[in-house]
């Protein structure tokens, strides 16, 4: 379990600042917001929908894309009921709930200090075990032969998977299989935006080894979790490896680490790393009858593999490149929020921006624009004064903007503004294309 975030009144003003940048923006919003919301759900707009997806994308490329030892997979949501017996999680997926006895308002035990409610003084009732993964039905039947559950994480849709896998495919242990997808929690206190959701979509490898090497990979995958964050441009200073104590470990687990991120409400989990030994194999061997069991032809040897599992949130990466990336600044006594996002996940890679809207600036700003959309994410604006225009592109983290103005036509030149230092280059329109591109990759 994660260092526990505090409520999200106790958070600082960052946070609040951030929601309202947001939804202002188009970042996300609250689900079914004109019917009041629904607590621990979100909405991503066209922005956010887009940096969500170059996230999802850096990471599939990394983990698999560039790797020749991980193979991709997309398992259904809804999965037959026996997995989820197997896996432990009916028997053990719960979280400690008490409830104050004066306002009713409820609590995971391990998130509040002390037997009372500091709020309202009340007291706390006993700790009972709260079940977390939502159920429903499948087929006309209500009853508990049809009952199913919304998967709590994908992990379990790469175990049953493995046999599949092993026999469609070339991959021999060491070898991962990766998997992006929604999962679901009816967790007890959803909050700090979209840090704790009940719907939110996970990034998760499970990497299957032999049994001598399960701590190696650990110590391998730690390592190369964290610097794939680096790699978004994440301060180096907000991240750290946090190992588990022998008590916060699963009975199963040989070691973990979190990957956490100094967010506003404290250091909290970005991500898990743990090596799980051969206990989801065995457990799905033993429940289905199935072998799992790999034949190591070289070494003349049968074994289940081990697993080491590196589990990312999409929600709580996106939630931390933008909080990373939050900044205030006053520029000629007026205040510059700036969004200092890495080019790679920016949802808006380069804003075209004629500084009038009178003709030829317009055409020409347009022609530019057309013919830029193949190779960058490209956004074409010519609303409102050029200060404001720059205010937006700043707040939604675009790295550059291209400005046509009344020379244009006649120097054939555009200006490049950077994001980050407000500095202005002229470049000829001939040479735009590879000057953006020496800049953003
Ligand atoms: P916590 O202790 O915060 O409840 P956990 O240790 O149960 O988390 P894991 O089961 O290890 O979380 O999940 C792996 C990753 O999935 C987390 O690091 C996080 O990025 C993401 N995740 C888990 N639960 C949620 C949630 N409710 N909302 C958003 N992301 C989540």
């Known amino acids: 379990m994660a260092t526990a975030p505090l409520p999200s009144r106790e958070a600082p003003a960052v946070m609040e600042k951030l929601v309202s940048l947001a939804k202002r923006r188009g970042f996300f919003f609250q689900s079914s917001e004109i019917y009041g919301g629904l607590q621990g759900f979100w909405d991503f707009g066209p922005l956010g929908v887009t940096l969500r997806n170059n996230i999802k994308r850096a990471w599939w490329r990394t983990m698999v894309e560039l790797r020749d030892d991980v193979v991709g997979i997309d398992a259904a949501i809804i999965m037959n009921p026996k997995t989820w017996v197997a896996s432990g999680h009916v028997q053990n997926f719960t979280d400690p709930l008490v409830e104050c006895k004066k306002c009713h308002q409820r609590f995971r035990a391990d998130q509040v200090s002390g037997t009372r409610h500091a709020d309202d003084g009340g007291e706390f009732t006993e700790a009972r075990q709260f079940h977390l993964m939502f159920r429903t039905f499948v087929g006309p039947v209500e009853d508990s032969s049809a009952q199913v559950y919304l998967r709590p994480e994908t992990a379990q849709g790469i175990f049953v998977n493995f046999a599949n896998i092993l026999s469609s495919t070339r991959m021999r242990p060491p070898f991962g299989i990766a998997q992006i997808g929604k999962a679901f929690r009816n967790e007890i206190t959803p909050g700090n935006s979209i840090f704790r959701l009940r719907e939110f979509e996970q990034m998760e490898m499970e990497y299957f080894v032999p049994p001598a090497e399960e701590m190696m990979w650990l110590d391998h995958w730690k390592d190369e979790r ?207 294309r590879e000057a953006l591109q020496e800049r953003l990759h």
């Not at 794939?228 to 916060?248: A, N, V």
């Not at 699963?250 to 206990?279: I, K, M, N, Q, T």
């Not at 006053?330 to 004629?354: D, F, M, N």
């Open 226 to 432: 964290l610097k794939w964050y680096l790699g978004l441009g994440i301060k180096p200073e907000k991240l750290r490896l946090r190992q588990h104590g022998k008590e916060e470990l699963a009975h199963y687990a040989r070691g973990a680490f979190d990957v956490e991120y100094e967010f506003p409400f404290g250091w909290s989990e970005l991500e898990g790393v743990a090596a799980r030994g051969d206990y989801d194999l065995v457990a799905h061997q033993q429940a289905s009858g199935r072998d799992l069991s790999y034949f190591d032809d070289v070494h003349r040897e049968r074994y289940v593999p081990h697993v080491v599992e590196p589990s990312a949130g999409v929600d709580r990466t996106m939630l931390t490149v933008m909080i990373d990336a939050y900044h205030e600044e006053e520029v000629r006594g007026e205040q510059r929020v700036v969004l200092r996002l890495h080019p790679s996940i920016a949802p808006i890679q380069v804003a075209i921006l004629p500084l009038s809207r009178k003709e030829p600036l317009i055409a020409a700003a347009q022609r530019i624009e057309h013919e830029l959309r193949p190779y960058f994410r490209t956004e074409y604006d010519d609303t409102q004064s050029i200060g404001k225009r720059y205010r937006r592109q700043d707040e939604i983290g675009t790295p550059y903007g291209v400005t046509i103005d009344f020379e244009t036509e006649t120097d054939r030149s555009v200006t490049i503004r950077s994001r980050d230092d407000m500095t202005q280059v002229r470049v000829p329109v001939a040479k735009l």
